[in-house]
């Protein structure tokens, strides 16, 4: 069986439904998945995990979804602001082709 995404269900920092057809699901390059909204406003495109940038996350299409259904299992991380900052300071005015 080919790599796939998971499509995971949730934003790991809000936990905002992200269903695998919603346009606001944003992945880092190992799926980490957050909302746009945490992506813009929390996270500052740095990913907290890894330090990498977002891309939106692609949706599957329905009849392939049939064959690769998309995750159930949510994944909950709530952002420390604190350690989140540290990253920032090493990240955020460095976009993610430079990191
Ligand atoms: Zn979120
Ligand atoms: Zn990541």
Known sequence: ????????????????????????????????????????????NVCPNCGGGFTPRPIRPQVQLMKHPASTERIRKPVSITDHQKLLTRYENI?????
């Open 1 to 44: 069986m080919k790599a796939m995404l998971t499509i995971r269900p949730n934003c790991e920092n809000c936990d905002k439904d992200l269903p695998y057809d919603s346009t606001e699901a944003m992945i880092c390059t190992y799926e980490c998945t957050f909302c746009q909204q945490c992506v813009e406003t929390t996270l500052k």
């Open 95 to 99: 976009l993610p082709e430079n990191r």
